[in-house]
Antibody, heavy 121, light 105 residues
């Protein structure tokens, strides 16, 4: 059974660095073709694709946010991390991690439940 | 690539045939997916590659289109289809549309 779960600080202050963790089971990121993405959604708004990392360690970023994003994975291939630097109130959102495997491009099929992050002073 | 969905809000009755539109700012080359998001839940993949039905999704959902214009059709609307629907392109970068909220009339 494929499951993903996001974790994060809940709330942080502007200008700080947001660190998020995606813990997953039921698959390994070392499997050829596997990709884990980060996607966010401000309350009541649409979805924004942020970043992804694949089984080979290749990383993909949203060009408009690339300078602030860092995606990485652990050596056991069971967790993926996302760091966003210099956050401000516009980064307030629910953050999802999602898996893609054997789809063209990066097409997330299994998603975590999401973690809410509020940026506020 | 920017994706524009229309309408932003759609009211329909149970049993209606419903059509949702997604238009890209450039050619998407059929690399388009549709997601359904119910209130308080994560999005669910319905359709990928324009018209491929994800495993476990009812056959009343179908997708079509080419170039810059794509459509999600629900052949006979059911109460459990009330949700917001997002299109998503993965031809050039990865972007989502603004969503269409589908409600019952």
């Amino acid at each position: 059974q494929v499951t993903l779960k996001e974790s994060g600080p809940g709330m942080l202050q502007p200008s700080k660095t947001l660190s998020l963790t995606c813990s997953f089971s039921g698959f390994s990121l070392s499997t050829s073709g596997m990709v884990v993405s980060w996607i966010r959604q401000p309350s009541g708004k649409s979805l924004e694709w942020l970043a992804a990392i694949d089984w080979d360690g290749d990383k993909y970023y949203n060009p408009s946010l690339k300078s602030r994003l860092t995606v990485s994975k652990d050596t056991s291939n069971t967790q993926v991390f996302l760091k966003i630097t210099s956050v401000d109130t516009a980064d307030t959102a629910t953050y999802y991690c999602a898996r893609s495997w054997n789809y063209p491009g990066i097409t997330p099929d299994y998603w975590g439940q999401g973690v809410m992050v509020t940026v506020s002073s | 690539i920017q994706l524009t969905q229309s309408p932003s809000l759609l009211s329909a009755s149970v049993g209606d045939r419903v059509t949702l539109s997604c238009k890209g700012s450039q050619n998407i080359n059929n690399y388009l997916a549709w997601y359904q998001q119910k209130l308080g839940e994560a999005p669910k993949l319905l359709i990928y590659n324009t018209n491929s039905l994800q495993t476990g999704i009812p056959s009343r959902f179908s997708g079509s289109g080419s170039g810059t214009d794509y459509t999600l059709t629900i052949s006979s609307l059911q109460p459990e289809d009330v949700a917001t629907y997002f299109c998503y392109q993965y031809n050039n970068g990865w972007t989502f549309g603004g969503g269409t909220k589908l409600e019952l009339k």
